[in-house]
């Protein structure tokens, strides 16, 4: 059997990085091209036509890594969101803490799908960044209350 006729090696490679990184107590984010068809992820976490997900089991509901997509629920700024992610718009998998992972070459399995073609000069670095934190799935926008200022104090309420 030829590799054309051979069907898409990304969705076994994911479920294996997938579960290795968790394995490793690390936390899998995916990157995904958010401007192709069929992807339903929320559109203002959407940078640079991509988005980047954190998939770990504690940030993400009913985690699904199918053949064809990755669909989830997640909250996202403290509101719930339903992810559809299909397969030919994950680029890459790796851990927040140490990179680990990998990207994903373009396949002939999803030539043929309408809306997964990429632009030829889409390119994806992953690269470390101190200055600003990414969007994540597992945090809230609700900021911590402000903390009194000088000594602690007691009032009897009668």
């Not at 509101?79 to 990179?99: C, F, T, W």
């Not at 994903?104 to 632009?119: D, H, L, V």
């Amino acid at each position: 059997m030829e590799i054309a006729q051979m069907t898409a090696r990304r969705p076994y490679m994911l479920r294996a990085f997938y579960d290795w990184l968790v394995d490793n107590d690390l936390t899998p984010h995916l990157v995904v091209q958010a401007t192709l068809a069929g992807v339903r992820v929320p559109q203002e976490f959407i940078q640079d036509g991509q988005i980047i997900l954190n998939i770990a089991p504690r940030a993400v509901g009913n985690l699904e890594l199918g053949n064809d997509t990755i669909s989830f629920n997640a909250r996202f700024g403290g509101r719930p969101h339903s992810v559809i992610v299909p397969l030919y718009a994950v680029l890459a998998i790796y851990a927040r803490e140490n990179g680990a992972g990998t990207m994903f070459e373009p396949e002939e399995a999803y030539t043929s799908i309408p809306g997964a073609e990429q632009e030829e000069d889409d390119g994806i670095w992953l690269e470390e960044e101190h200055s600003a934190p990414q969007p994540s799935i597992d945090f809230d926008d609700e900021p911590e209350p402000p903390r009194p200022k000088g000594r602690p104090s007691l009032r009897v309420v009668k």
